[in-house]
């Protein structure tokens, strides 16, 4: 039922409504309060001057407004609480005047001065009954709320609930009923039937979640697949190939692949590599396997950065096998563009490596074998299912570098296999990281100049493209000056961001690939995939201002040669929790601390709606939940009692857009 049907919404409250997505009287209902209030009543002949009280008391006039300037007003009014007058003062609240009614009973909250008599509150609350547990909402400007608690009084008075829980678990551990859950967590008595309520919400909403994730892993596992047949003398050709030894975790991760694309299943895997681990070889392995059996494969991006660097290195990689690699990007011309998707649908293409451009009309394959995503993440599940649709049956290979703790990954992505590569590739030094305060810059400084000396490249990484005074920020442009300085203008700075246009941000990259540009300063738009191997310090401005998780991605970018190289982040705040860079380098442990500090949020790197679609459950706070959540929906999959439940019947026929 819509929002705009529910009494006292009108036009303008429903956009406000909207703006917390709450189109719904069902929506509203499932706004769940983040925390509850106390309301804890004195007696106003016990509280001392100046102490800040709850009271109840009783209007004695109705009062009288005194507009002192625009935008400011003054509400005073007389009460009487245990016997003591009170004269009442609120700012601002000149709208409550027609709710003073003599005689009426209320709540005040605010400052008392004991010698004058008199109460400056902070709030007023009228209709409390003799609830003194207040649930407390998420709002949006322009909405109050006291508001959001009256429109759901007014929804609770529709039946709208349903049980989805199966009614064997919900014996099992004793839930109360879905109607009581949504009574008890809206307006309860005690903060025991809250908890009630809470757990058996947060206890739906997981199981909900891990028996889509755990269907969907079950009917990826039954898929048919393309059946290959490669010979163990060609497998290990390619390795034998490589200038280098694939590390365990490779080695590994090449085996789960190869397993996967000769069983006749269909491989649905994520491979989960810290930066620099080395996942794009691994990927590279997989292709050469599609190859061998006569099949195209598409490798896609998020960046056409990231997509050249891609093409660069694979089809060198690749050409000694004779393997046709092309390249399609947003911005290729026409010419160009047209003759890579007449050889890409013709066959005379092996592998094609691009961005999203790849999913749009009128790109055909042959005959479309394998779909290789990198940094799967950044793509929504629409771009990723379009690409695989070009296939018939392709098999499908997701790469991420953003590593998170193995347990977490189990059942965030339960729905694929998953193979995980920790170890770095040989010869590799672990990055010296340092935390500094803005104090010690010139050591940084010195630093940098030492590494310039050596022929070496720098990134500086900014959180702003413009200075933000209210904020005190250093932007990319207020760095550039002050290098420029420090530097006496005689090194070559560029400076990169996400405002310029795509054949600038190339042509900047281009030139600090290719050693004219010795210090790059940009944004976190170099947080992804950014290949320079001569790039040996990394220096990041208020760093503070990044997850763990991201700065952990930011460093990556050096590090990935033979040549000891270097992290400074500069800030002023937080050095406690920076310091967790300076202890290790491994992504997975990071990542873990940065899940504890920060929660679920920064885990990917972005937000991502639908990924975590949690209204009141939480994967940091509510992992033991999930654990069982998981256990027993795999039980429930496993016995088939789904198939006596209507709710679960329906529910996988649309089950297929998690993947």
Same mark, same amino acid.
């Given at each position: ?29 499932? %706004? ?77 909250? /605010? ?15 009228? %209709? ?32 709208? $609930? ?104 269909? !491989? ?60 399609? $990007? ?15 649908? %013709? ?78 590739? %040989? ?81 900047? !990259? ?18 992804? /995939? ?130």
């Amino acid at each position: 039922m819509e929002i705009k049907n529910l009494k006292g919404v009108g036009v303008t409250l429903e956009k406000k409504l909207n703006n917390l997505n709450i189109y719904t009287i069902e929506d509203l209902i499932e %706004n769940y309060p983040y925390r509850y209030n106390f309301i804890n009543i004195v007696n106003i002949n016990n509280v001392l001057d100046n102490e800040n009280c709850m009271i109840r008391a009783t209007i004695v006039d109705s009062g009288r407004v005194q507009y002192i300037k625009k935008n400011f007003n003054r509400l005073a009014f007389r009460v009487v609480s245990e016997n003591v007058i009170l004269n009442v003062t609120i700012f601002n609240r000149a709208f409550l005047k027609q709710n003073l009614t003599i005689g009426r009973e209320i709540i005040l909250i /605010g400052k008392y001065n004991k010698m004058k008599s008199s109460f400056v509150a902070s709030d007023i609350k009228f %209709n409390l009954e003799n609830n003194t547990i207040e649930p407390v909402y998420h709002l949006v400007e322009g909405i109050k709320n006291n508001q959001i608690i009256k429109l759901m009084d007014e929804a609770l008075k529709y039946d709208l $609930t349903y049980d989805i829980i199966p009614d064997e678990l919900a014996s099992k551990y004793n839930f109360i009923s879905k109607k009581d859950a949504i009574k008890y967590i809206h307006k309860p008595e005690s903060m025991e039937e809250a908890k009630k309520a809470i757990v058996r919400l947060k206890y739906e909403e997981l199981f909900n979640f891990m028996f889509k994730i755990n269907y969907l892993k079950k009917m990826n596992n039954k898929a048919a697949g393309i059946k290959r047949s490669v010979s163990e003398e060609s497998k290990d050709t390619f390795l034998k190939e490589l200038p280098f030894t694939l590390t365990k975790d490779q080695l590994t991760a090449v085996n789960d692949i190869y397993k996967d694309l000769t069983d006749g299943y269909r !491989m649905n895997r994520l491979v989960l590599g810290d930066v620099g681990s080395g996942k794009t070889i691994v990927a590279t392995y997989a292709i050469y396997l599609n190859y061998l059996s006569g099949y195209q494969s598409a490798l896609m991006a998020p960046t056409e950065i990231l997509a050249e660097q891609h093409y660069k290195s694979i089809s060198k990689t690749l050409e000694k096998f004779n393997i046709k690699t092309g390249l399609l $990007t947003g911005s290729m011309k026409k010419r160009e563009k047209d003759k890579v998707l007449e050889e890409l649908k %013709n066959g005379d293409i092996n592998l094609i490596i691009g961005t999203h451009a790849l999913i749009s009309d009128g790109v055909d394959f042959k005959n479309l074998g394998l779909v290789v995503t990198d940094e799967q993440h950044r793509f929504g599940v629409g771009q990723r299912n379009t690409l695989r649709d070009k296939g018939i049956t392709p098999d499908v290979l997701y790469l991420s570098a953003t590593p998170i703790p193995r347990t977490y990954a189990l059942t965030i992505y339960g729905d694929l296999d998953i193979s995980i590569i920790k170890t770095k590739p %040989n010869g590799r030094k672990e990055i010296i990281t340092k935390v500094e305060t803005e104090s010690n810059i010139k050591d940084v400084l010195y630093k940098m100049l030492e590494e310039l000396k050596n022929n070496h490249q720098i990134y500086v990484v900014s959180p702003l493209i413009e200075n933000n005074e209210e904020l005190d920020l250093k932007s990319v442009f207020d760095l550039k000056e002050k290098l420029d300085m420090a530097f006496q203008n005689k090194v070559s700075i560029g400076v990169l961001h996400g405002k310029l246009k795509q054949n600038e941000k190339d042509e900047i !990259m281009e030139n600090f690939k290719n050693g004219n540009i010795k210090i790059l300063i940009s944004t976190t738009v170099i947080e992804v /995939g950014i290949d320079v191997p001569n790039s040996t310090m990394m220096v990041i401005y208020n760093a503070e201002r990044f997850g763990l998780a991201t700065l952990h991605q930011l460093r990556g970018r050096v590090g990935r040669n033979d040549l000891q190289s270097y992290c400074y982040l500069i800030s002023n705040k937080e050095i406690d929790r920076l310091k967790v860079l300076e202890e290790s380098n491994d992504g997975f442990y990071i990542s873990e601390k940065d899940f504890q500090m920060r929660g679920s949020g920064d885990l990917f790197g972005v937000k991502q709606s639908g990924d975590i679609p949690f209204k009141i459950a939480s994967l940091k706070d509510d992992y033991q939940i999930l654990l069982q959540a998981k256990l027993d929906s795999l039980e429930y999959i496993e016995k088939e009692l789904y198939l006596n439940n209507s709710y679960y019947k329906d529910l996988i026929e649309g089950i297929s857009f998690i993947n």
